[in-house]
């Protein structure tokens, strides 16, 4: 029974905060990477009668002063032997961290067992124009795991502090983790490039929006950051709220040496619109194949668009047919938007079961479930939903529903 929403998106992150325009000397001392940040004490040396101090945290919580927006101070809370000593450090509301302590990664480390692998189907590598980006080995199959992995920090996105004080408490939370995991999290990739906020600039880049405790959070999974963007993705991700772990999966067949991508910005917006978000969030110029097909790109999306009107109007003029829920299905193959079938898929099923065709609605009520499971959790409402479809087609609202005169 978790606090964790399973919402997660690509999205630019400390909204209305430009990293860019923080002049530095404007009173608070950012202090540098690597000098250590006092810390209180810690259950590091020796003592270990001093661990159940702090719970299962490694060092005693550094905090904030009360922030009257939020009502509570926020504090970093560090263990370092979480999934298998990877390590984790959480910057959020001593509250939101009583959450996260009954999640069972905190006291159940079987649970995680196949999660961070060191090893996956791809293998990093520099790549014109695009930073480093992850190729696949070998041929992937549809529906493949490509990774799975726990984040490295969690911050909650509050905006009641400023730059250089969030960066300082934010330092500790990475001076915290062990030294392999500070150093990956150290060599993720920048926008600013400006030292001195350098925490900040890597979660600015690479992080996930993460709803816990009903706040948003922002995770930095750092494997799963070298994934570069396309608008027709090979691979769809989610947060598993439970295990507090990030899933990729393959969405199509991936060949060796094709570069794996999710997507930062909706593919279902238009051209102008995803290329303003990238621009402004992530500071390139996406060149995939959507973005050069432009208008073409944009006509099929609207065609898709007004389909899925149609299939979403259950009123008695209704257009919907089970021909336009095939035709559907057909433009996002084309679009290579597998990723984001299971809407289709969906709608098929429904259009399907509301003209009584059982057999045609389970088929893609399984697909919709399949599809929808790689890219908001086998938990997602939807996919529940499309199960129960599945079980008594009969018994689902949908059923025969366009039959009734
Ligand atoms: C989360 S990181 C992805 C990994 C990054 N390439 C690296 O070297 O670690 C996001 C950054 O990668 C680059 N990037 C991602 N997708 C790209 C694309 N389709 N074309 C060009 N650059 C891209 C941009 O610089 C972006 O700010």
Redesign the pocket.
């Known amino acids: 029974n978790s606090m964790l929403s399973n919402k997660c998106l690509y999205e630019p992150v400390i909204l209305g905060v430009n990293l860019e325009c923080l002049k530095s000397g404007d009173g608070d001392i950012i202090y540098p990477i690597n000098e250590q940040v006092p810390v209180m004490s810690t259950s590091q040396d020796g003592a270990n009668t001093t661990t159940a101090t702090f719970g299962p945290w490694s060092f005693k919580p550094s905090c904030t002063d009360f922030i009257p927006s939020i009502q509570s101070e926020l504090c970093v809370y560090t263990d370092r032997s979480f999934a298998g000593n990877r390590g984790i450090s959480i910057f959020t509301t001593p509250q939101i961290a009583d959450e996260f302590v009954r999640l069972r990664p905190f006291h159940d480390p079987a649970i995680l067992a196949g999660i961070n692998n060191p090893e996956g189907p791809w293998h990093p590598q ?2 014109p ?5 992850l190729l696949a080995k070998t041929r992937i199959d549809p529906g493949e795991r490509l990774m799975a992995y726990t984040p490295l920090l969690i911050m909650h996105q509050h905006h009641q502090i400023s730059i250089p004080v969030r960066e300082n408490f934010l330092r500790r939370a990475i001076e915290q983790l062990p030294d392999a995991s500070k150093e990956q999290y150290l060599r ?2 920048t ?1 600013y490039g400006n030292s001195s906020v350098i925490v900040q600039d890597v979660i600015q ?2 992080a996930f929006e993460m709803q816990v405790g009903g706040e948003m959070h922002l995770a930095i999974f750092p494997e799963a ?6 608008c027709a993705p090979n691979a769809q991700y989610y947060l598993d709220p439970l295990r507090l772990t990030h899933y990729v999966h393959a969405v199509r067949y991936i060949s060796a040496g094709e570069e794996l ?1 999710i997507a ?1 910005s909706s593919p279902l917006e238009f051209v102008s619109n995803r290329q303003r978000h ?1 621009k402004e969030s ?7 194949s959507r973005c050069l097909a432009g208008k073409t790109a944009d006509a099929a999306l609207a065609e898709m668009k007004s389909i899925e009107a149609s299939l979403a109007d259950w009123t008695k003029t209704s257009t919907a047919s089970t021909e336009l829920a095939e035709k559907l299905i057909e433009l996002y193959r084309q679009e290579r938007l597998e990723g984001f079938l299971d809407t289709a898929y969906r709608h098929a099923a429904l259009t399907y079961n509301a003209v009584g065709n059982s057999a045609q609605a389970k088929k893609y009520a399984q697909l919709a479930a399949d599809s929808g499971a790689m890219k908001d959790g086998p938990e997602a409402p939807n996919v529940r939903g499309m199960k129960e479809l599945l079980k008594h087609p009969e018994k689902h609202w949908s059923w025969r529903r366009r039959m009734q005169r």
């Not at 124009?129 to 980006?133: C, L, S």
């Open positions: 520099n790549l124009g695009r930073g480093i980006g993720l990739a926008i880049t690479n950051s070298r994934m570069n963007h396309d991508t930062y990238l992530f500071r390139f110029t996406c060149g995939c």
